[in-house]
Nanobody
Framework: QVQLVEAGGGLVQAGDSLRLSCVDSGRTFSGYAMGWFRQAPGKEREFVATISRSGGVTSYADSVKGRFTISRDNAKNTVYLQMNGLKPEDTAVYYC????????????????WGQGTQVTVSS
């Protein structure tokens, strides 16, 4: 069973950095590809970043490429999202998700979701 818990959100100013973490309390974390998604008020949940089971393959949304970095530590059952150069348009609830198989940009392909963590970026 996969149970995901995100942490690290908060209120920051434009240009600041945050690191989100997502811990899986299950025992099979290394068997899942992981993704980060976000949802702003009144908008659909959108893809941010994904990472393969080994961590060797990553992919990013164009809007965050060069500013955000996804990584994972399978020994700690944790996936991270390092967010640098934050902008007000990055304000959203950020969710981590897990899926069987390879990494994916599509939220419909993810089997498990965390409860989300709020990130607010002021201008």
């Amino acid at each position: 069973q996969v149970q995901l818990v995100e942490a690290g959100g908060g209120l920051v100013q434009a240009g600041d950095s945050l690191r989100l973490s997502c811990v899986d309390s299950g025992r099979t974390f290394s068997g899942y590809a992981m993704g980060w998604f976000r949802q702003a008020p009144g908008k659909e949940r959108e893809f941010v970043a994904t990472i393969s089971r080994s961590g060797g393959v990553t992919s990013y949304a164009d809007s965050v490429k060069g500013r955000f970095t996804i990584s994972r530590d399978n020994a700690k059952n944790t996936v991270y999202l390092q967010m640098n150069g934050l902008k007000p348009e990055d304000t959203a609830v950020y969710y981590c998700a897990a899926r069987n198989g390879g990494s994916s940009r599509y939220k419909s392909e993810y089997n498990y979701w965390g409860q989300g963590t709020q990130v607010t970026v002021s201008s």
